[in-house]
């Protein structure tokens, strides 16, 4: 139904001097009428616009409607998606990495630690199936509840590859690792965690002390092209060597502003609106979800390098992560 909008009624006033009383109040109020029609008009205009907004965006949800399927469909499609057969299918298919049989040799049969697991990306269909070669795997996490792994309890409760014994499941900091001795471990994997830690250097070190003499570290670390983080600058060493010389700690909010300012959300859907995204990195402390610092392969190489690594291999797999295979010197 389309509704014509109110006439504006145009009024030349003469000038007052000229007027009589009569007329200057006839005029005067012929003035009111106008300016009340043109906030008419105004109003209707606006509510017109608002109106063919609507419209424009019921169209773009109808288009987008009609290229879905409906939803019994949708629901089933995804739970066949999800089934164990399309999975071991898609096993069957996925190829490891190219590289991948380094990985294996360093890892097959060994126990070791990972920290903020478990990582899809060492999972039979992830790009670094490693899980399935491993002896055995405990796991380190900073709280019994985050917003990756929801409840978790301490105990032998990680679950990291079926049919085989779960691992230890430790509950602390990981640049903290106060219940395990010196020298236990073969490995650690840390996948997408480093860059969550305020003092990247003092996590190395506690993670090198807790790996054996030879022991190796897989590292993977998102690259920043790839990711929200693109607008920030590279993380230079120096800066990581100040934090950990300043003995700064897991509540640290150096990186804030520049987080406010540089994250791209459009490339962070989980992240909710500025506002939401603002809280949280205000809580980071119990939420841990910030990236307090940023690396593209030399700057993860030259760190690693640093804390006494002795690189390995390295590889860059699409499409954001860093992966370096390294042993403790
Ligand atoms: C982005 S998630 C990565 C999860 C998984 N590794 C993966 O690749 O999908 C970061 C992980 O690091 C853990 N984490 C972050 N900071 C930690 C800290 N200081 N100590 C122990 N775990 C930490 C979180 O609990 C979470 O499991």
Redesign the pocket.
Known sequence: MSVSPPKLVHVRRKSLPLLNKTSYVKSFMMDRRAKVAAGARKLFETEERRRRGVLIRDKQQAAHNRKRLPGPLRAMARKVLRSRTVKRVRRWFLQPVPGFETYRAHLAGKRGLE???????FADDGPLPVYRVLAGLDN????PE?I??GEIKAGRTFEYQPKKEPGIQFI????ELKPIQNSTYDYIL????LE??ANPLH?LDEWKRVLKQDGVLLL?LPHKEGTFDWRRATTPLAHMIEDYRDEVG?DDLTHLPEILALHDLAKDKAAGSPGQFRQRCLENSLK?AMHHHVFDTPAALHLVDYAGFDVIRTDRIKPYHIVILSRRR
Do not use: K
């Not at 920290?115 to 990306?121: N, T, V």
């Not at 840390?190 to 965690?193: N, R």
């Open positions: 920290i903020g697991g478990p990582s899809g990306f380190c996490i900073f709280s985050t990756w792994e602390c900091e990981a640049t840390a996948s997408h965690c969550h830690m996590a993977v897991e841990r």
